[in-house]
């Protein structure tokens, strides 16, 4: 058994002295991660004000005179945007990733902690950019987060000249960030895990992660190559993208490149970027039930490869995304097929979450209601999505609301529930202190009824037909009144789950302020990161010792075991059992 | 786990046990591995860059220039068809022998040799770069070959061109900085405690760019 590396570097870790080294220019992966924390979360909030102002124009068209048609566009890019890339990826792999990875296989720090500082400041460096376009002469690009040419680089779009620009521009430095990163912890995983770690072993937060990494690196090269192409389509004039194209009236230079083909490139990376969100979020949401329903996860193995297969195929559905397009409709039966596929493992997830539950002993603390609410809103979402993989239903469903419904579902509302169970559940670790649970109980039942009321009705919109991405629908004969009245109580919803989200963001500086230190670990959790000598942990995160671990994270209620939980470095020998019980006879298995 | 361990079971379920065993997943420092992903990552930017050349090219409503006589030179009043990409390609695998032989010498712990090996390396990458700006040179200076156009037929033959042999040109470049700095390290003794893996890694990268100019050689030059 030869662990290398990390466990014998200890002596040669790096020691910052000086404040911009222990803060800016960090090489802890602690630091870095609370670093991408703020950023995305900071990130984050502009979206959801972008959405705001969105809604606000939708629920009552013509009474805002200060958003016109252009702004409008361009904040239904920035915020589709923001959200899928600079907020959720960036905050489930690049914080949780960072925080999470050494702590729970046990490591002193990522295998390379420079590559791991600048992972970040790329990023850091790619949202300046984003946020740049807006002050660009014609404002950031309003094209739609597809950004499909030829119309993302005609005149006419709003942002086709800088803004369009600095929008790829920014993705390919995310892109970079993003490698860094990833490499990190794939290699993290791989080849630092302490002793008695086995890959069978680590907590389903980590192989969420695990797979999504992979995930991402093999699927943001395809949007890198379309970034690339599309910046010469629009800098240098060249026609990868675009056809012979008459534009407000006058023929172009552009010929003979084909617009299908960004939209394989594009949603070959953009399907695989829904599980590069969604899987790390599955791994933390299992942990949370396991954690505070004090049961170990029901078949783990499963759900392991569960996220594996899911991983896999999640390359080979793209083009779901484009039975509209044109496309030889041979693929879309091949691509229909695959797609349902996914539901199989999926649903053994959801299947086995629900089960976890069963016969627990739930406590209902903030993080546990988030962690179910996930699984509502994610079921929900997924069933939509069974509507929609199918080409016939798809067709007639194709850019109306109930796709905009399916997806904020999936992969919006599911994804933040869990990030929120996560905060709620990790802040005790990180800063010591334990999230106020009063204002978490609001900002959950806020959160939560408050998506309802947005995306139930929006599926009911939809199906009516109503177009997404129109600035305003007008006097439209197949639009009933009631659909509009429905526009308008959907976007007092948002407002109001708007402001559910500043009871957070007080919460957190609440908490930092004036809440006491609470106890150690506590949630009674039985994975590695919450047993380090110091907490929140130190640089270098362990003692002398590496710790060695003896059992999986998952070691709730075991049988005649006195505590509720064994952690996961306790070896059996030390484990205290009831007196009079004979765990040889009783048949416990652990593993 | 005391489950898992025991007894042999099928080939599917032993290979499962053996790889998620522990230990480290592959038997080799962390740095080939993360070489290892950053190139599977790399392959499928270029493969993407080659599946989007081959679309445009399908798609493209004019003529495909005639590959065999944009890249020819004209030697003592001879034409003859692909010679320079004949001799880049030749000192581009000649760079990749002197690399493995700079690795077997590192491991040998013959600093002195692989120090030079490196460098040639790095010297024969940098007259690959030389030769393809030559080139690049003359097909936009005499053939009068643009990104966005061309007098020869289809504007996407200069478009995919300048971007796939510049984005592997970049990767060259790259990579000869790459060798130089790491044969400095080597002779100045960086690696003589942590063992000198990093030369076989910096190999990897280099070979990579070696067997990705093999693809655009043949799907650019061939077809």
């Known amino acids: 058994m030869t662990h290398i590396a990390i466990a014998d570097q200890e002596p040669e870790l790096h020691h910052p002295r000086t404040f911009i080294g222990k803060y800016i220019w960090s090489q802890d992966h602690k630091v870095i991660a609370i670093q991408y924390a703020c950023t995305a979360i900071f990130v984050g909030l502009v979206a959801l004000m972008l959405s705001v102002v969105m809604r606000l124009q939708l629920g009552f068209p013509d009474q805002f005179d200060f958003i016109n048609p252009n702004m409008y566009l361009q904040f239904v890019t920035m915020h589709g945007m923001i959200m899928v890339i600079y907020l959720l990826t960036a905050l489930l792999l690049g914080g949780f990733g960072n925080y999470l990875i050494p702590l729970m296989v046990g490591t002193r720090d990522m295998v390379f902690p420079y590559l791991n500082m600048l992972s970040f400041w790329f990023y850091f460096l790619s949202v300046l950019v984003l946020l740049a376009s807006f002050f ?42 993003f490698t860094m990163g990833g490499l990190n912890y794939v290699s993290t995983i791989l080849q630092a895990r302490t002793r008695g770690m086995t890959l069978m072993r680590m907590p389903l937060t980590i192989w969420g992660i695990f797979t999504a990494t992979i995930l991402g690196l093999f699927a943001f090269p395809a ?45 070959f990376f953009g399907h695989p970027e829904v599980y590069i969100v969604a899987l790390p979020a599955f791994g933390m949401v299992s942990d949370v ?85 996930f699984i509502f809103t994610f079921t929900h979402g997924g069933l939509s999505g069974l509507f929609l993989g199918n080409v016939v239903i798809d067709l007639p469903l194709s850019d109306t609301f109930f796709v905009v419904a399916h997806f904020h579902m999936v992969m919006g509302v599911s994804p933040i529930m ?28 806020g959160t939560f009824i408050g998506t309802y009321a947005i995306y139930l009705p929006m599926h009911y919109i939809g199906f009516l037909g109503v177009p997404r991405r129109y600035y305003a629908l007008g006097d439209t004969s197949f639009i009933p009144d009631s659909a509009h009245a429905l526009n308008a109580n959907i976007t007092i919803a948002v407002i109001i789950v708007a402001l559910f989200q500043l009871i957070f963001i007080f919460n957190l500086f609440w908490t930092i302020k004036r809440e006491p230190k609470s106890r150690i670990n506590p949630w009674d959790a039985a994975s590695l990161e919450w047993h380090t000598p110091d907490v929140p942990p130190h640089h270098g995160n362990w003692g ?43 048949g416990r298995e652990s593993t | 786990m005391t489950d898992m361990n025991s007894a042999p079971k099928g080939y599917w379920q032993n290979m499962v046990v053996d790889w998620s065993a522990d230990k480290e997943a592959f038997k080799v420092n962390w740095g080939k591995v993360m070489m290892w992903v950053f190139l599977v990552s790399d392959t499928f930017i270029f493969s993407l ?97 643009r990104p966005w156009g061309n007098p020869l037929g289809a504007a996407q033959f200069g478009s995919t061109f300048f971007m796939i042999t510049g984005f592997h040109g970049l990767h060259v470049t790259g990579g000869v900085i790459y060798l130089t700095i790491v044969a400095i390290k080597v002779r100045l003794g960086h690696y003589d405690k942590k063992g000198f893996q990093i030369v076989e890694i910096t190999g990897l990268y280099w070979h990579f760019v070696d067997l990705v100019w093999v693809f655009i050689f043949a799907f650019f030059y061939l077809w």
């Open chain 1, 223 to 267: 949007l890198l190559v379309s970034a690339i192409m599309m910046l010469f389509d629009s800098i240098l004039g060249t026609s990868f993208f675009m056809p012979a194209i008459v534009s407000l009236g006058e023929a172009t230079d552009y010929e003979g490149g084909s617009p299908i083909l960004f939209q394989h490139l594009f949603w």
């Open chain 2, 49 to 145: 860059f080659l599946i989007g050349y081959m679309n445009v090219r399908i798609s493209a409503s004019e003529a495909w220039p005639l590959t065999s006589e944009v890249f020819a030179l004209v030697v003592g009043g001879e034409h003859i068809p692909l010679l320079l990409i004949a001799i880049m390609t030749f000192i581009l695998i000649t760079s990749s022998g002197t690399m493995a032989m700079a690795v077997n010498t590192a491991y040998q712990g013959n600093k002195h040799a692989t120090f030079w090996l490196m460098i040639t390396t790095a010297v024969l990458g940098a007259s690959f770069v030389g030769m393809q700006a030559y080139e690049w040179t003359k097909l936009i200076v005499e053939e009068g070959i």
């Open chain 1, 289 to 373: 039930l396991s954690v505070h329903a004090r049961k170990n996860i029901f078949g783990y193995r499963m759900m392991v490869w569960a996220i594996v297969i899911i991983g896999g195929l999640s390359f080979v559905v793209w083009a779901h995304h484009m039975y509209v397009s044109g496309m030889n409709p041979y693929f879309g039966f091949f691509f229909a097929t695959t797609t349902l596929i996914i539901a199989v493992p999926t649903a053994i997830k959801v299947y086995n979450w629900v089960l976890t539950l069963w016969q627990g002993n739930i406590h209902l603390t903030v993080p546990m209601l988030f962690a179910i609410g």
């Open chain 1, 418 to 445: 869990v990030l929120f169970a996560a905060i709620y559940h990790w802040f005790p670790l990180v800063t010591g202190k334990q999230l106020n649970t009063r204002l978490g109980m609001i900002h959950f039942w």
């Open chain 1, 136 to 177: 660009v002469p014609g404002g950031p690009t309003g094209a739609g987060w597809t950004l499909y040419p030829p119309q993302s680089i005609l005149e006419g779009t709003p942002g086709s000249g800088m803004g369009i620009v600095m929008m790829l521009a920014s993705l390919a430095i995310f892109i970079i960030a």
């Open chain 1, 544 to 586: 002398r010792e590496l710790p060695t671990v003896h059992r999986w994270a998952y070691d709730y209620s075991v049988p005649g075991v006195v505590k509720d939980f064994i952690p996961q470095h306790v070896p059996d020998s030390e484990v205290v059992y009831e007196p009079g019980y004979d765990r040889f006879t009783s």
